[in-house]
T-cell receptor, first 114, second 114 residues
Framework: GENVEQHPSTLSVQEGDSAVIKCTYS??????FPWYKQELGKRPQLIID?????GEKKDQRIAVTLNKTAKHFSLHITETQPEDSAVYFC?????????????FGQGTILTVHP | GAGVSQSPRYKVAKRGQDVALRCDPI?????LFWYQQALGQGPEFLTY????????KSGLPSDRFFAERPEGSVSTLKIQRTQQEDSAVYLC????????????FGPGTRLTVL
């Protein structure tokens, strides 16, 4: 089955700096990679996703890059703000021909200091 | 519109008790997933329903765990003879079809087994 590794487990940055979280996956057939943000005690919320036919996707301050050959993908947050502080999870799945159960990474606790 | 809802939000059970956790997916969503999230970890897949059919229960930890979705909408996850290691947040997620991978999560039920 799929295995997703996520690093770092904690990340502390100053407001305005950039933050990068990296994930690797094991199943080369995986083709859908979402990122979720989870605030303390709240539900995971999708912030951005990427499919394997695309190398990069950007949405305002958030971007995701995918390297299929190396089987890794990364989340980039620019101009971080205190409200970006949360736990971020990457995930991977095979979409299209299956129902897409998600395999999650272990999570990264991001703290943005004012 | 209404998102995924779960009840109860918190459940405390004595070891050996049975519990039932409810999930109301987004209306019309075909796919429904249950995940277990241990403290400080990413969600882990438990089981999947496509309408009323349970197509994958490979993630259920033991035969004490049972899930159903009899009418293809509301789902219930039942845990019999609860044990301390069952303590976790149980998340439900739904998506609009078996091929649409964007999953919308509920707020979860935090189960504590004493």
């Amino acid at each position: 089955g799929e295995n997703v590794e996520q690093h770092p487990s904690t990340l502390s940055v100053q407001e305005g700096d950039s933050a990068v979280i990296k994930c690797t996956y094991s199943d080369s057939a995986s083709n859908y990679f979402p990122w979720y943000k989870q605030e303390l005690g709240k539900r995971p919320q999708l912030i951005i996703d990427i499919r394997s036919n695309v190398g990069e996707k950007k949405d305002q301050r958030i971007a995701v890059t995918l390297n299929k050959t190396a089987k890794h993908f990364s989340l980039h947050i620019t101009e971080t703000q205190p409200e970006d502080s949360a736990v971020y999870f990457c995930a991977a799945t095979l979409s299209g021909t299956s129902y897409g159960k998600l395999t999650f990474g272990q999570g990264t606790i991001l703290t943005v200091h004012p | 519109g209404a998102g995924v809802s779960q009840s109860p939000r918190y459940k405390v059970a004595k070891r050996g008790q049975d519990v039932a956790l409810r999930c109301d997916p987004i209306s019309g969503h075909v796919s429904l997933f249950w995940y277990q999230q241990a403290l400080g970890q990413g969600p882990e897949f438990l089981t999947y329903f496509q309408n009323e059919a349970q197509l994958d229960k490979s993630g259920l930890p033991s035969d004490r765990f049972f899930a159903e979705r009899p009418e293809g909408s509301v789902s219930t996850l039942k845990i019999q003879r609860t044990q301390q290691e069952d303590s976790a947040v149980y998340l439900c997620a739904s998506s609009s079809s078996e091929r649409d991978n964007e999953q919308f999560f509920g707020p979860g039920t935090r189960l504590t087994v004493l």
